[in-house]
């Protein structure tokens, strides 16, 4: 029975438990529900196909995006002079949502942590300093306001000072903890312009 | 009740030993006034862990529970706050701090997140035996240099404050003074600095720290910072773990309970709810008598247990009694 293929269902209760915050409970009643819905297996199964197929990774700022360059890169209305670096693209989201913004981003594909193995080369760092030797007026650290986050931000700050480029961190107003993801516009537009040189 | 108030389980079992043999969760259920509103407070211990809701939804997190939630018990192992190891009297600063100071769980945590990133960084290049990268090590000095600086400053600030209302406590409920009772803050940073106020201690603490960095590499951890502080309770001038009878120490603990209670009404206005697991028997009637005086004066809500209902010295008509026998409470 062994080497059998797994029951369908219990599969896919399985590889949605693998999703965040999805536990087996919740993980079940999902795919009971996925069952049950009329076209939602066929429709999820597509999306997820061309997913598959057609999203990527920006190559310049690794933005998650279906194409490359990714849009924000490609917009020749934005300036080309100040990089906002993020963790996330949910983080690039949010600010670019909020509208205060308008220069380009580089997404770091996550944060410094020692605990998970995590250094400087497991982020898109060395790209980021490619891109700063390349001419910017001004990099714009908006790493989530975590302890994590901050010590990232220090460490970039540590390595792109010496190249002779504006080093700013986005406010406090985002309250410890809170990460960009989850904050409101205002909060991030006003984070945005309080910021300091660091 | 001690588990809502505290979120540890009585006596310091084990969480999984909670559970009864056979059951998958084990739940504790409570309801109380705060504001005027009631609220429903719950905990439930899975093998998962703690779960805890508030009115049936999931607080954001646990400084919102003990916001609501204020609970002081005097448990048995109270005693070794002031003789045992130096874990359990950090605890009892720490968790009293916050009582005085909610922002202080953030701070806690902050410094808490950076010395297990800063220790597994030391122990990964100690295991792979190369050297660490200065800019990584020099980060996370910064983030526990900044978080640790607080720690110990509210953790100072916390003892000044308290050690009046714990004198005014402890002399009436210890049989022989012996004079001036006194906490000393001992640790990562002098006596100077902790006085000098927060830059003075970051500078001591990055100096600690710098100089500690050999031994660090060396021993794969962390050995400079207010994780390893302590402090101790000195009456007359000498220290009470050393030299205290066990009625001393006895007393003292309870004096540091009682106190904790004072103060955070004096702050707060609230009285917390105090839990008191048999201590009568071992108070003389005398002190005995000046501690429920205490706890009338304080209009603080009290649930004690004991095996002897004389020991109380209270009027009748001051308490409600319940018997528990065999796991199950009746009204008296
Ligand atoms: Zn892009």
């Known amino acids: 029975m062994s080497d059998s293929a797994p029951d369908p ?13 999805i536990g087996s409970k919740t993980a079940t009643r999902l795919a009971y529900h996925i069952v049950r819905t009329d076209g939602l297996a ?66 770091l594909e996550g ?17 980021l300093i490619a891109r700063v030797a390349g001419g910017l007026d001004e990099v714009i650290l908006a790493t989530n306001p975590t302890v994590e986050g901050d010590a990232t931000s220090l460490y970039l700050a540590r390595l792109l000072k010496p190249l002779g480029v504006k080093v700013t961190r986005i406010a406090r107003g985002v309250s410890v903890g809170a990460e960009l993801e989850y904050t409101d516009a205002s909060t991030i537009s006003r984070a945005l312009q309080e910021r300091r040189e660091i | 009740m001690y588990l809502l108030g505290t979120l540890k389980s009585f006596r310091r079992a084990r969480g999984p030993d909670m559970i009864l043999k056979g059951a998958e969760v084990a739940s504790v259920k409570g309801r109380l006034v705060a504001g005027g509103l009631p609220r429903d407070c719950a ?36 005693l070794r706050m002031v003789d045992g190891p130096p874990d359990l009297r950090r605890e009892f600063l720490d968790r009293a701090a916050f009582t005085l100071d909610p922002t202080f769980l953030g701070i806690a945590r902050e410094y808490r997140v950076a010395l297990k990133q800063k220790n597994a960084l030391l122990r990964d290049s100690k295991r792979m035996g190369r050297p660490i990268d200065p800019t990584m090590l020099e980060i996370w000095n910064d983030k526990l240099v900044r978080a640790g600086a607080q720690v110990v400053h509210r953790r100072t600030e916390f003892l000044r404050q ?27 940073v002098g006596t100077e600095a902790l006085a000098d106020g927060i830059s003075s201690i970051e500078a001591a603490l990055g100096t600690k720290v710098a100089a500690a960095a050999a031994q660090e590499a060396r021993r794969g951890f962390c050995v ?82 004991t095996t002897h209902r004389d020991n109380l010295r209270l009027d009748a008509g001051a308490y409600k009694s319940w018997n528990v026998r065999t796991g199950t409470l009746s009204p008296d």
């Open chain 1, 9 to 21: 269902l219990e599969a896919l209760v399985h590889h949605l438990s693998r999703l965040p915050g």
């Open chain 1, 42 to 107: 066929g429709d999820l199964s597509d999306s997820l196909a061309a997913v598959r197929e057609g999203v990527g990774r920006c190559s310049i700022c690794f933005n998650v995006a279906s194409s490359d360059p990714c849009p924000i890169c490609a917009d020749p209305k934005r300036g080309d002079d100040i990089v906002c670096v993020v963790e996330r693209t949910p983080d690039l989201q949010a600010i670019d949502r909020a509208g205060a913004f308008r220069g380009r981003f580089h997404v």
């Open chain 1, 111 to 127: 944060t410094l942590s020692p605990l998970d193995g995590i250094g400087p080369d497991d982020l898109r760092i060395k790209e």
């Open chain 2, 43 to 78: 905990v439930s211990l899975t093998k998962k862990g703690l779960q805890f809701k508030i009115d049936g939804k999931s607080p954001r997190g646990l400084p919102d529970w003990f916001a609501l939630i204020k609970a002081v018990a005097f448990v048995p192992s109270d």
């Open chain 2, 162 to 188: 308290f050690a009046p209302v714990f004198r005014e406590v402890h002399k009436g409920i210890t049989a022989a003074a012996k004079g001036r009772a006194e906490f000393r803050y001992r640790g990562c």
């Open chain 2, 224 to 305: 400079a910072g207010p994780h390893r502080d302590d402090w101790e309770l000195r009456v007359g001038g000498e220290p009470l773990r050393s030299f205290g009878s066990q009625g001393q120490v006895r007393s003292a603990a309870l004096s540091m309970r009682i106190g904790q209670m004072v103060l955070a009404k004096r702050v707060s206005g609230v009285c917390p709810l105090f839990l008191l697991d048999d201590v009568s028997s071992e108070l003389d009637p005398h002190r005995n008598a000046h501690l429920m005086s205490l706890l009338l004066d304080l209009e603080a809500q009290v649930l004690i247990t």
